[in-house]
Each structure stands twice: as structure tokens, then as C-alpha cells.
């Protein structure tokens, strides 16, 4: 059965000011309703700069998209006037950041803060919104709901400002929900309690997650599809057990030989020396050249497009599939 997908991002380009380049060149991927799409890759590659494009937060003085369409519910979202996107934002499509100190206001209580930003959407009374606040603090499970509701951000722990965060964005039932890095800052017990309280209300509300992440694990438990970013591309996709199990994509394979349980599965462990390219060196073939044990002078040329693997898998690189490669090297 064919479903229209939640958000649809086609031929995604954009390019910072007094840059040579498009850094986010040609960017492409769905998520349909109910579903967890995670975009990961390096500390650098253009993740949170793709995830603002999609929620009309890029800086306008700074970055300029140069082509694609950002469809969100059909509407595309690059061409829609701002007044709409704000009805959208926080509304139907809402983002969680990696450090919540810096969205929460330091100067309300979080119970007035999560009731305000359902006031703003749902024009309901104060009363309403706040026993809409209670009603989310106690599906983030946040230890005595009620008392919460009138601290200040200073006084929760990072875990506990990470649930306000869930519930504000939560609160009027979004159809997407943007979550960048949202348990990076947290100490891994913390982690694990966020991450499974996110899939637990993503399966309860059926909201089409995009997951920003560098880390595997996070990955492994909640993926549905993986898209591997590299330098503002996107190198690999395709269902998140195709790409644990059959990487093919050079960087891929370098991302998984950062992740021991995986290398351990693999049998092998690579390391890919090297930093992730600047906008103003940026190689003029496949970005990854310069770090790739797989090069081939044709590499450095022309960018390598998409090719499709089967079963839903895509790989941008001209020595694939990975099997040939891994025998020529
Ligand atoms: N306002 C800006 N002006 C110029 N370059 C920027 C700006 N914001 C981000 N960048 C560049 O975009 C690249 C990607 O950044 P980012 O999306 O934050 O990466 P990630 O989230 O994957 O770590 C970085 O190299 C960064 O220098
Ligand atoms: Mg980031």
C-alpha cells in the first residue's frame, strides 16, 4: 500500500554566505506517518542545518536554500508565507534540541511554558491549557507531575528539562516531530529512560519522527530507516537493517567501525582518519575522497549519484557495491 509520507525533502540544497558551494547539496528523503527516520554522521556534516531548513529556522542573513522542495503534508514549506509556518511550527510539526536549557525560558516556571505554547495554537482558556500541561508532564513521566509544573528550568535536572522539552513539543499532538541529538548531553542511563519514553509516545500519537543522531545505539533501538549524511550529502539510506547488516557505503562502514558491539559483528574495525571537508576545500567529486580506502582517481571527477541497491537501499558512491571493493582493496 502506497502512503503519502509526513514529510517528503527533495533535491534539498543550501549555501552559507560568501561560500563557493552548496554545503547541503541535493538532499533527499521521506518519512511516513508513524515512522523514525535517523539521519546520522559526523560532528560537522550538515545535520542540524538540514533539520532548520525543514522547520523554517535557518538563518535568512546567513543561509540561502538554493533548490528543493520541503513537503510537509503536501505543502511545501519553502514557498509558504511565514505566517503559516508559524502556525505550523510548535503546532503540527515541532523539534526538540539537544540542549533544552537554551529553549527553555529562564524566567517562567516550565508548567506556564508547555500551557503558553498550547495556548498559542489551540486558543483554549488558561485553566485548559495548564491541565493540558499536567496531562503531558505525567505521559513524560515526569516524578510528581504536579508540583513540577511551577519549577523554574534552573531547578530540574538535564534529564528532567529534556521531559519538559518532550511534552511541550508533544503537547498539540504534532504529525512530525524533529528531535536533534535529544539525549546527546545526558548521561546514558538518563538516555536510554529518554529514548524509550520517545518511542513509547511515538507509537501512542503516530507522529513521523525525524531522529538526528551521531550515535549507533540510538540508532539500533529506534530506527525504522537510516539516512548517512557526509559534508552536506546523503551517501547512504535505506531500512535500518540493510544498513547494519550490508553497509555500502565506505563512510558507512567507517561510521560502524566506530561502534565496537558492531565492528564485533562485522569482524573488522575501520577507522577513517581525516576530518570532515570545509565548505571552501570542499572536494569537486565525492566528498569522501580524501578520506576513502577505496579511492580511485575517477572518485575525485564527478559526484557519485544515488544508485539503488534493493530492498529500499541507496548508496552514492561508484564502488559499490561494497563486496568488489572490500576484495580490490
Ligand atoms: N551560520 C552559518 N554560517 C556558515 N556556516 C555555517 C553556519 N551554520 C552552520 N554552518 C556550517 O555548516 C556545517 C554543518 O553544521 P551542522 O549542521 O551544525 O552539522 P551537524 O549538525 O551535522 O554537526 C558546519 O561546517 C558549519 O560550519
Ligand atoms: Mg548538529
Avoid: W
Wanted: aromatic share 4%.
Amino acid at each position: 500500500m502506497h502512503r503519502d509520507p509526513v514529510l517528503d525533502v527533495r533535491d534539498l540544497s543550501i549555501r552559507f554566505r560568501g561560500q563557493p558551494i552548496d554545503l547541503i547539496d541535493t538532499v533527499s528523503f521521506s518519512i511516513e506517518r508513524g515512522k523514525t527516520l535517523c539521519l546520522v554522521g559526523e560532528s560537522g556534516c550538515g545535520k542540524s542545518v538540514t533539520s532548520l531548513a525543514i522547520m523554517g529556522l535557518l538563518p535568512k542573513r546567513a543561509a540561502t536554500v538554493t533548490q528543493g522542495a520541503v513537503r510537509f503534508d503536501g505543502d511545501d514549506l519553502l514557498t509558504l508565507p511565514e505566517t503559516r509556518i508559524e502556525d505550523l511550527r510548535g503546532n503540527r510539526m515541532a523539534m526538540i534540541f539537544q540542549e533544552p536549557m537554551t529553549s527553555l525560558n529562564p524566567s517562567f516556571t516550565v508548567g506556564h511554558q508547555v500551557a503558553e505554547a498550547v495556548r498559542r495554537h489551540k486558543g483554549c482558556t488558561p485553566a485548559e491549557a495548564r491541565d493540558r500541561a499536567l496531562e503531558m508532564f505525567r505521559k513524560v513521566r515526569m516524578p510528581a507531575a504536579e508540583k513540577r509544573l511551577d519549577d523554574y528550568p534552573h531547578q530540574m535536572s538535564g534529564g528532567m528539562r529534556q521531559r519538559v522539552m518532550i511534552a511541550m513539543a508533544l503537547a498539540n499532538d504534532p504529525e512530525l516531530l524533529i528531535a536533534d541529538e535529544p539525549t546527546t548531553a545526558l548521561d546514558v542511563t538518563i538516555q536510554a529512560q529518554i529514548l524509550d519514553l520517545m518511542r513509547e509516545l511515538q507509537d501512542d500519537t503516530g507522529a513521523a519522527l525525524l531522529m538526528i543522531t551521531h550515535d549507533l545505539g540510538v540508532v539500533a533501538e529506534i530506527a525504522d530507516d537510516v539516512a548517512v549524511m557526509y559534508a552536506g550529502r546523503i551517501v547512504e539510506s535505506g531500512p535500518v537493517a540493510r544498513i547494519f547488516d550490508e553497509p555500502q557505503h565506505p563512510y558507512t562502514l567507517g561510521l560502524m567501525g566506530s561502534m565496537p558491539a558492531i565492528a564485533g559483528r562485522q569482524g573488522r574495525l575501520l577507522t577513517i582518519p581525516g576530518a570532515v571537508p570545509l565548505p571552501a576545500s570542499m572536494p569537486q567529486g565525492c566528498r569522501f575522497a580524501s578520506r576513502c580506502p577505496f579511492v580511485q582517481d575517477a572518485c575525485h571527477v564527478a559526484r557519485p549519484a544515488l544508485s539503488d541497491m534493493g530492498g529500499g537501499q541507496q548508496v552514492a558512491c561508484r564502488r559499490a557495491p561494497l563486496d568488489t571493493m572490500v576484495g580490490a582493496a
